[in-house]
């Protein structure tokens, strides 16, 4: 075979075996930072799931407040109304 030929056919095979190792390094990385996005989606989901139960405590509290507030206004009515 000429040198030609040898050196053209090694010459492509480092080119494929460059490129293959090119695709599998970027294919890991890519998968490593999908990973780490998951997770982040993940402790966002978990901070709004906790924000809801929060925002649901605070609404109970919030509606058994204004309850307590009615009750105390009236009371306050009926003892100046008493006190006349």
Do not use: F, P, W
């Amino acid at each position: 075979m000429n040198i030609e030929i040898i050196l053209s056919l090694l010459s492509a095979l480092c080119s494929l075996i460059g490129s293959l190792g090119g695709i599998l390094v970027t294919s890991k990385l890519n998968l490593y930072r999908l990973e780490q996005l998951e997770k982040k989606v993940d402790k966002h989901n978990h901070l709004v799931e906790r924000m809801y139960e929060i925002e649901k405590t605070v609404t109970t509290a919030t509606s058994l407040y204004d309850e307590e507030i009615k009750v105390i206004n009236h009371r306050i009515s009926d003892l100046e109304q008493d006190s006349r």
